[in-house]
């Protein structure tokens, strides 16, 4: 590591020296400082905790202390066998329904797809309530992993009535532009959120700790004449998005 990285990201080692402080306040002040003039960007790594210690002459508990607090703020993430990490955080709205290629395209991102599933079959309890379909009605499921630039941003298992997508290789890229190509693509939808641990297979999907906390969220989407004809849960990491939306008074 180049001593005059640490230095033009972090500042000298005679900064971190303010008095009545403690060295790793003043250390992650120096990171969040460098973060937000731009001398890292989300996605970025940074250096070695052992570089960042050598070189800003503290110690690697002081070091590994403000790493620690960073990543419970989630402004760092740490990825086993990878290092650490500038949080890349995607704000989504909730009250536009919006594709997740649609939104990571918004924000100039490359999307890719790796499919664990794309199956015909019949509904379980879940869809059949969802969709309001009877347990002889077939459906398409879609499972994949979903990426932006390369990084695993969410896992997506989306539930169609067969009647709209016969051939579940049929899709390719965006379900949103498929259904509108017939004339089904939903207007409204209902979602729910919550966060929960997430278990051991899809933690290492997502390249995530296994009971790391994530966004869950189901939506079911309805078409203009009030049809129902998504049901999607997906697995959110929890340090990669902000779900906002806008609120009015209604008094």
């Known amino acids: 590591m180049n001593q005059n990285r640490v230095n033009a990201l972090f500042g000298k080692a005679e900064a971190l020296r ?149 051939n579940p290789f049929a899709m390719e890229g965006s379900l949103y532009d498929l259904l509108e190509q017939q004339g089904c693509r939903p207007v409204r939808a209902f979602q729910r959120l919550r966060a929960i641990s997430i278990d051991e297979q899809r933690a290492h999907l997502l390249d995530i700790p296994e009971l790391s906390a994530v966004l869950y969220i189901e939506r079911t989407a309805i078409t203009q004449d009030g049809t129902l004809i998504e049901f999607t849960r997906s697995w959110f990491p929890g340090d990669s998005y902000d779900f906002v939306a806008e609120i009015h008074n209604t008094v």
């Not at 002459?57 to 419970?72: H, M, P």
């Not at 100039?108 to 002889?136: F, N, Q, V």
């Not at 077939?138 to 499972?143: L, N, S």
């Open 18 to 166: 303010e008095k009545g402080i403690p060295l790793y306040v003043q250390l992650k002040k120096a990171i969040l400082t460098s973060i937000s003039a731009g001398r890292v960007h989300g996605g970025d790594t940074l250096p070695p905790e052992r570089d960042l210690a050598k070189y800003l002459d503290v110690s690697r508990v002081t070091v590994r202390r403000a790493i620690d607090e960073l990543v419970k703020e989630d402004v760092l993430t740490q990825r086993q066998g990878a290092g650490t990490f500038v949080s890349e955080r995607v704000e989504q709205p909730l009250n536009h329904l919006r594709s997740f290629t649609e939104v990571m395209q918004a924000r100039g991102k490359t999307i890719t797809s790796k499919w664990l599933d794309r199956s015909l079959g019949m509904p379980h309890a879940d869809e059949c309530k969802a969709l309001g379909l009877s347990a002889e009605q077939e459906v398409v499921r879609f499972y994949r992993l979903r990426y932006a630039d390369g990084k695993p941003m969410a896992l997506e298992l989306a539930t169609i009535p067969s009647h709209y997508i016969l």
